[in-house]
Structures are given as C-alpha cells and as structure tokens.
C-alpha cells in the first residue's frame, strides 16, 4: 500500500488548503481513512477520518467546522479541505489507511502511512 499526500503549503492566517491523499495498492475495501498532524516537540494527533463507504466521519474538536474531510472511492483519494487557518494549524499532516480484510471474520486492522506534507499558517 502506498499512499501520497499532497497540497500542503504556506498560506497566511484565514486562507484555506486542500490536502490530497491518493492510495494504491490496497488490496481490501475495508478502508478507515484518516488525517493526522504532527507539529514541532508535539505528538502526532487526529484530525479528522472517513470509514469505507464515507457515511460516517470524525473530527478533532479543534478543527470542526473549519476543516471537511471526504474521499472519492473511484480515485482511490482522499481530501482534506481546510478552511478558516490558524497559527496553531501549522504542521506536518500525515494521511493514514487502516485496512481490515474478512474471510468469516474481520481481521486485526493494517495500518500504513504517507510520507506527510508540510502545512505552514503564518500570522
């Protein structure tokens, strides 16, 4: 699996950035797909993250209603649309895939990760 992130930037303080992930090589549809971000002496944290069939979604507190998260199955992309930028969004964001295959039951869940891509909001 591997999976490419892009659109990260320098934007100043109330612009907007789309971030794109694209995936390949899953070999299961059983997808959560996922943002992290991980700023300077920080722990990497979630941001927001989609199931399979994008029907359900999930958000850090911090970014709701600023930032929308979706994906497009026959891209095999997902986006992450930032809107309202802040300071304190500055950060490498990281997209992750957590891939679970079924054969009569679910297996433990795969995870893997991009590369990251920098997103900087200046003041």
């Known amino acids: 699996v591997q999976l490419v992130e892009s659109g990260g930037g320098l934007v100043q303080a109330g612009g907007s950035l789309r971030l794109s992930c694209a995936a390949s090589g899953s070999t299961s549809s059983i997808n959560t797909m996922a943002w992290y971000r991980q700023a300077p002496r920080k722990q990497r944290e979630l941001v927001a993250a989609i199931t399979s069939g994008g029907g359900s979604t999930t958000y850090a507190d911090s970014v709701k209603g600023r930032f929308t998260i979706s994906r497009d199955n026959a891209k095999n992309t997902m986006y992450l649309q930032m809107n309202s930028l802040k300071p304190e969004n500055t950060a490498v964001y990281y997209c992750?895939?957590?891939?679970?295959?079924?054969?009569?039951?679910?297996?433990?869940?795969?995870?893997?990760w991009g590369q990251g891509t920098q997103v900087t909001v200046s003041s």
């Open positions: 992750n895939e957590e891939l679970k295959y079924y054969s009569g039951s679910y297996s433990n869940p795969y995870d893997y």
